[in-house]
Each structure stands twice: as C-alpha cells, then as structure tokens.
C-alpha cells in the first residue's frame, strides 16, 4: 500500500508511525466486520482478508528467525488456518470502566471500550456476556465456556465497591487482586475433549483458546516428534497435560514438569484419568533439568511450551547439553522463539521445520511449532 503516516516514535533502528491517509490501498484491505475494531485494542488486523492475515504471518516468522534468530533461510511453512476466522474463543477477559460498563481497552491506554458483543468469541462465551450485569461491581470479568462439554465459568475480580453476582447456569469464581481464586458457585472445574482425551482444569487455569485451536497444536507437536515408542520424552511447561496425553499414548515414557501446582496436579488428574502413564513433577523447569544434568536419564525427545517470555537462555543451554534428538519448540511469541532459536543454533542445533498455526485470526499473534535437530 501507499500511506500518508506520522511518525510517533523515532528510535535509532526503527521508527513507529500511526497511519494517517490510506492512499493507495490493497487489494487485501477489506471493511472489518466488527463495528469497534476502530477503538478496540482486542483485534489488530480485522481490516485485512484472513487469507492475507496468514501471509503476513508467515512472513513475521521468517522475518523474527532470520533477523533476531541469525537463521538464514529458515525452513518455514506456509502459516496454516484452524477452525473459524471469527467466532472461535472460548476464553474472554472483560474489563470495567468507570460507569461499571464491561468490555475491551481501547488501543494504546487502559481507557475501556464497552462491548455488549464480541465477534472472536463463541457464540456460547456471547449467551453468557448478555447474561452479565455491567454495573456488576466488579473490576475484570473473564468469560469461558466450553462447549464441548458444556461446561463454563465466570471469574470476577471484584472492584472497590459493593459486588452483584449474576445469575445464570455457569460457575462462578471469585478472584482476588493477588491472583487467589476460589469458586462461590459451583466446582469452578471445567472440561474440554481433544480427540480422545478429556482434559479437566481450574477455571483460573491456562488452556488453548479453542478445541480446534488444541487440536491443531497436538497435531503438529505429534508430527513433529514422529514415532516417539519407547522413547523417553519430557513435556516442559506442561500445564495440564494437553501434549503429555498423546504422547503417552502414543508409547512415549512421559515426564512432564509444570511450575503451577494447580496446573501440574490437573496433569497427573488427567492422565490418570484417560488411563495413561505420565510422571508429572511440579516444580521449576530450569531446576529440574539442572537435576538432570546431575544423574537422572537424559531424553530422547523434548517439548516445550514456555511462557511468552520464551524459555530463555539458561534453559535452552541446558538443554543443548543434553542432546536431545529432537527439542520441538511450542511458541506463541515469535521473537521469544527466535533468540531462543539463536542460542540453540549457536549450540550445534539447528531448525529443521517450523510450522505456524493461526490459532488467533484477526490478531498478530501466530502460535509456532518449530523442530530443532543437532546438526553434528
């Protein structure tokens, strides 16, 4: 495209600049489908077909390994679409302005846009959303609902003032500002199935964003890792055993490592629950290795699904000196996975594959499952 912009930040490398006039616009510029996109900080890129989304994504990822990564020519597949462009999250924070009205940040600042409807969320998360009082009293309020097992939840995290709970057939959860959390109505246990397996989880807890968003993850994580029988694999950063599950059923020796012990004790619930043998260990993912390193049996085969942070330098290095046949790399922060990418590389790794995954259309973000191999 041709822009008329302004610049707004001017650094010695790089420039930021909002767009003033869209002067010749692309052929991929569409009109975004949701009628606050222009102030809702929650969508970036609604203005853009979805089919040029992913090509834009796969180009940040290559773009990410080859400059941060010092990866030349990275071996990156084409960015693959899972499940629908709008409609798809089963998980939704909302937030409370000043009036008690709920809804998304404006772009760039915490002033809140209200939102009676949000176009990314299921139409189970909305049913839910319409039931809510907006003077409720509460200062966030996130939304799940998982319709595969109609199960679903509402966490408050009550504001200053006096709090109303709203009625409807879902749980309830209470969290407080120092991230405690307790259910006031119902378990505050939700479920979700990704193929064969069910998956049980605190309502606080981390899980993908959609069944088809888990699915599309454990897929590729199993193509990566290939014929893993009899091998021993670690699960690092497991949360709540979404890859520890098929691995292990897949004849993999499991040992999953999970630093949030509400999280690492749904691991072992889950896999003791589907009948299969994982050894979860909650704890540090850094000192576990360390205690490796000191006696316990290397792996054969390791994934890892770190924090946006990425997994770091001490970790990656200390996993490169374990020799791992193959290190697959979850990531959903591409520059994190690429400096991870650079230390690994500079320590006789190299990427054979990386595969990214539109898990969240309409947004920048891009999930990416990369393969690491030694190269001696």
């Known amino acids: 495209e041709r822009v008329l912009v302004e610049v707004v930040e001017d650094h010695k490398r790089w420039a930021r600049a909002r767009v003033v006039t869209v002067m010749d616009a692309s ?7 949701c009628p606050v996109y222009k102030d809702c900080g929650g969508c970036d890129l609604q203005h853009i077909a979805p089919t040029a989304q992913r090509r834009l994504k796969t180009r940040v990822v290559v ?3 080859e400059r941060l990564g010092g990866i030349v020519g990275p071996a990156v597949a084409e960015c693959r679409a899972v499940g629908p462009d709008v409609r798809y999250r089963t998980n939704v924070q909302f937030h409370s302005d000043e009036r008690g009205r709920l809804g998304f940040y404006r772009r760039g600042s915490h002033d809140v846009v209200p939102v009676a409807d949000c176009l990314v969320a299921t139409e ?10 907006d003077a409720g009293g509460a200062d966030r309020v996130a939304v ?11 966490i408050i995290t009550p504001g200053p003032g006096g709090l109303t709970l709203p009625d409807g057939n879902f749980d309830v959860v209470l969290e407080q500002p120092d991230g405690s959390a307790a259910p006031i109505r119902g378990t505050g246990v939700l479920a979700e199935t990704v193929g064969p397996h069910r998956f049980e989880f605190d309502a606080t807890a981390f899980f993908q964003v ?10 590729a994580v199993m193509s990566a890792v290939g014929d893993v029988s009899g091998a021993l694999v670690w699960d690092l950063y497991a949360g ?9 059923a897949a004849g993999a020796e499991v040992v999953a490592v999970e630093s949030h012990r509400q999280a690492a004790a749904a691991a072992q619930h889950n896999a003791d629950a589907n009948q299969l043998a994982v050894s979860v260990h909650p704890g540090d993912v850094s000192s576990f290795i360390s205690a490796t390193i000191s006696g316990i049996d290397a792996p054969d085969v390791v994934v890892l699904d770190p924090p946006r942070s990425g997994a770091g330098s001490a970790v990656i290095k200390q996993l490169a000196k374990l020799r791992p046949a193959a290190i697959v790399y979850v990531a959903c922060d591409v520059a994190a996975l690429a400096r991870d990418a650079r230390t690994l590389t500079s320590h006789n790794y190299r990427l054979s594959a990386a595969q990214p995954l539109d898990l969240f259309p309409m947004t920048h973000h891009i999930e990416v499952v990369a393969t690491f191999v030694p190269s001696l």
């Open 27 to 33: 052929a991929d510029r569409v009109a975004p489908p």
């Open 63 to 65: 773009e990410q390994l």
């Open 124 to 133: 189970a998360v909305g049913r839910i959303r319409h039931q809510l009082t």
């Open 144 to 154: 799940r609902a998982h319709d595969a097992t109609a199960t679903s939840a509402v």
């Open 210 to 219: 959609s069944p088809a968003a888990a699915t599309a993850l454990t897929d």
């Open 240 to 248: 709540v055993g979404l890859f520890s599950l098929p691995l292990a």
